[in-house]
């Protein structure tokens, strides 16, 4: 007679789990933008923490896109002295 095995246990067969994709939430402020101009400080000091570090993608939910017109626009800001640059 076979001995039994520690992993032919007799409890519930446990299936393989399905993986669950979280959808991406996008910012409102950044939905279908095609320009982000940088004139509108107000927008862009959004984005920009008293540190004034430009928030990555993750915490900003900027598609990739958006987040590539948002550092250009901050930065154009930054040189015409709207946004300070520390």
């Not at 409102?28 to 920009?48: A, C, E, G, H, M």
């Not at 900003?60 to 948002?70: I, K, V």
Request: net charge positive; proline share 7%.
């Amino acid at each position: 007679m076979p001995q039994k095995r520690s992993s032919d246990s007799s409890g519930p067969k446990r299936g393989k789990r399905r993986f669950y994709y979280r959808r991406a939430k996008v910012n409102p402020l950044l939905d279908k933008v095609d320009y982000i101009d940088w004139k509108d400080f107000r927008l862009l000091s959004n984005f920009t923490p008293e540190r004034s570090k430009i928030l990555p993608r993750r915490i900003s939910r900027a598609g990739a896109h958006a987040q590539r017109m948002l550092k250009t626009a901050i930065k154009r800001a930054r040189y015409m002295a709207l946004l300070p640059y520390s």
